[in-house]
């Protein structure tokens, strides 16, 4: 199966099969190539896709797990990061779903550890320690969203840096010597903004 194929097969299944991890392989990649060559004319096959997966997101219950909330916030800002901004209504949802997601996550943000907890709701202890990854792709989301003027630099730009700050001092700490890809993504937004 090729990649055209994978992405019209999960655009077309369940909002439950297609989760924000699909979301986040996918439509971003579908928004690219419906912008350079497909006319525009799947934006609303997106934008009902994420707004199923929004629904599902925020669905009563569900845990916050700091890594699910990271691809949430990438999806939609790479996805942003690729569509005109000409369909100025599509843009300014995709805006509102990301400004809503990045407040659900930073309600959860502890200014003492300076990252977050692999469930972002609950304390940081032995069962719930520091998620480095995630925190790098909320990071990463963050300061990718301040650069593309989609959220006031002035307000977030410092916590996506303090973000950034702080894990790569874990890693560093860690003896982490290959860079994991969402540190590498995080760098290369982190490197834009000094």
Known sequence: MGYTEYIKNCL???????????????????????????KKENYNAIR????????????????????????????????MSVMSQEIFEHYKYFESLYKKALKEILSCYKEETGMFAVKADQAVDGSNPLD?????MISCAVLKGCRMRAILSEKYLEIGKTLYETAAAMAAEEGITQMPQEMKLAYDEYQKTV
């Open 48 to 79: 009902d896709r994420f707004k199923a997966i929004n629904e599902e997101f925020y669905a009563a219950g569900q845990e916050k797990v700091t890594a699910k909330n990271g691809l949430y916030l990438l999806s939609l800002i790479d996805t």
């Open 132 to 136: 480095m990854a995630a925190t790098f």
């Open 12 to 38: 077309e299944s369940e909002p439950s099969k297609n989760s924000v991890e699909e979301a986040y392989k996918v439509l971003p990649a579908f928004m690219k190539q419906d912008t350079e060559t497909g």
